[in-house]
């Protein structure tokens, strides 16, 4: 088998990994052997293999952390899932690789005939979109929610699930050519940020109450975001894209009562019940398996490629979604 490996980080995060060439693995008892068929390159994994994400594996490892296969073998014990099932990697396997051993006890069985490739995303960023719209303020349908990147993985599933919740969506990008991008996607206003969005974006909602913004970027993007909010609005963070620390004028606090939180999925993941879990995943499959939600792709690389598709990851001004595919 063939998998990205890596035993240092550093700052440029494909000079760290290779491919390499190991024995395929034999399934020990309870696990399977599944046959990789997708696997993205979140801005997480870039973050892991330079050391700045906020959970680090021990080394040496393999990149990827999400990801989907089928089974290909079973080790003693094991009747299910059956052969040739489509599966859900477990978080963490180390996805970036042709081939991967897991016990058979934690696999989520996903449809067959489904595409792969979108199907590999499912862990991270769709979950991350539907938890931030409905965990922190409870919308109505015909309720506004403004997110920044909306040009990027998450920023494009939170427009759809939205719709299918009846929400509206602003969708704020940084550069005029990211607009183009999102012209099919069903957000009801695009715009690019700047220091009057809060101007801009009420003349394009009608001046709407706007309880609810998602905040990917930091820096002051984060206080553009919080100016377009009503008062007593909620603003959440889940990135910094800019490099920059959250932004946030006291005058938003006191005099406007925002409210700004954090969300980290690995930390609802700590606290949800499986049962709570499974109810997201299974439910968020369905509509990937309609195809109600995709996402863009960028490009797709082979194990082989690994340091260019990483390479290209950690790029600016793609328009979707580098992911391994390990058997082309």
Request: aromatic share 4%; glycine share 10%.
């Amino acid at each position: 088998m063939k998998q990205a490996r890596y035993s240092t980080r550093g700052p440029v995060p494909q000079d760290v990994i290779a491919c390499e060439t190991l024995d395929t693995p034999e399934p020990g008892p309870g696990q399977v052997r599944i046959k990789v068929l997708a696997a993205p390159i979140n801005p997480s994994d870039v973050l892991t293999l330079t050391g700045e994400y906020g959970m680090l594996p021990p080394l040496p490892a393999v990149g990827g952390n999400e990801g989907v296969g089928v089974v290909e073998a079973h080790g003693e014990g094991v009747t299910q899932p059956a052969v040739g099932q489509t599966v859900l990697i477990p978080v963490g396997a180390g996805t970036w690789s042709t081939h991967v051993v897991a016990d058979a006890a934690k696999l989520m069985p996903l449809p067959n005939g489904v595409d792969p490739i979108q199907l590999s995303m499912l862990v991270v960023n769709p979950p991350t979109a539907a938890l931030m719209l409905s965990e922190f303020v409870d919308l109505q349908p015909g309720e506004w929610v403004i997110q920044n990147a909306a040009n990027s993985a998450v920023g494009g599933y939170l427009i759809q699930i939205a719709k299918a919740r009846g929400l509206k969506t602003a969708n704020v990008v940084r550069r005029e050519s990211a607009i183009a991008d999102l012209a099919d996607s069903g957000a009801d206003v695009l715009i690019v940020d700047g220091p009057d969005l809060h101007k801009r974006v009420a003349e394009a909602t009608g001046k709407a109450p706007i309880r609810l913004g998602i905040d990917a970027v930091g820096g002051q993007s984060t206080e553009n975001l919080a100016r377009c909010l009503a008062v007593g609005g909620t603003l959440v963070n889940y990135g910094a894209m800019s490099g920059e620390p959250c932004s946030i004028s006291p005058a938003s606090f006191v005099f406007r009562d925002i409210t700004l939180k954090g969300f980290w999925l690995a930390q609802w993941f700590r606290k949800a019940a499986p049962a709570q879990q499974m109810a997201v995943y299974a439910d968020l499959a369905k509509r990937i398996a309609t195809g109600e939600l995709h996402a863009r792709v960028h490009a797709t690389y082979p194990v082989e490629a690994i340091k260019d598709a990483v390479a290209a990851a950690a790029s600016g001004g793609r328009n979707g979604k580098i992911v391994i595919v390990p058997t082309p």
